[in-house]
């Protein structure tokens, strides 16, 4: 069965600190990759999306992920996180045939940044 | 920028109620999604719909859900008898198309099964 772990459930940072959450899918076959991001009391929404080509996307709010397919991973990096980050980010995989999809999504990583 | 919109925020229900909620998709989407969200816990993926009919559900969907899209603009998911670990966050979501676009979501409604 298609799964997405992500490994850190909860990482506190300081302000100006670097970030990478980890993202990795088990389905071997083709996938759209994405990160959402919630913050408190708000809906979800999309950070970056990878499709295809450069596998080094950028989204939003200085947020990049780098698809490494060999390692089945997606993961999210911003070099320099602010309080504002505070958020919980999910990493999710979609796959789909004709006209069907099915996306599937991670467990979530709460991220707390200190000032 | 359109969005999608979900009401109501917070439903509050009895054990064994129906309850449904509804959501307006952004007008030009064709596929709709409903995702719940148990506190605490991720994102479950609940069923897809387009052209009218279910495109895929997951094992969460069984008989006491269904959707519907009554109109050109709602999409509702209706719950038929519920039960205490319906209560969670439920997410409804649209898309152009299947492939090469994301999904835009809702903000959510809050379901509360006392």
């Known amino acids: 069965a298609q799964s997405v772990s992500q490994h850190n459930h909860h990482v506190i940072l300081s302000e100006a600190a670097s970030l990478e959450l980890g993202c990795n899918y088990s389905y071997g076959g083709t996938v759209n990759l994405f990160w959402y991001v919630q913050y408190p009391g708000q809906h979800l929404q999309l950070l970056l999306k990878y499709f295809s080509g450069d596998p080094l996307v950028k989204g939003i709010k200085g947020f990049e992920a780098e698809f490494i397919k060999s390692k089945f991973s997606f993961n999210l990096r911003k070099p320099s996180v602010q309080w504002s980050d505070t958020a919980e980010y999910f990493c999710a995989v979609r796959r789909y045939s004709g006209g069907y999809q099915k996306v599937t999504f991670g467990t979530g990583t709460k991220l707390q940044v200190i000032p | 920028e359109p969005e999608v919109t979900q009401t109501p925020s917070h439903q509050v229900t009895q054990m064994g109620q129906e309850v449904i909620l509804r959501c307006v998709p952004i007008s030009n989407h064709l596929y709709f999604y409903w995702y719940r969200q148990i506190l605490g816990q991720k994102v479950e993926f609940l069923v897809s719909?387009?052209?009218?009919?279910?495109?895929?559900k997951s094992e969460i969907f069984d008989d006491q859900f269904s959707v519907e899209r009554p109109d050109g603009s709602n999409f509702t998911l209706k719950i038929r008898s519920t039960k205490l670990e319906d209560s969670a966050m439920y997410f409804c979501?649209?898309?152009?198309?299947?492939?090469?676009?994301?999904?835009?979501f809702g903000d959510g409604t809050r379901l509360s099964i006392l």
């Open positions: 979501a649209s898309s152009e198309m299947a492939a090469n676009q994301p999904q835009h």
């Open positions: 719909f387009y052209n009218n009919e279910i495109s895929e």
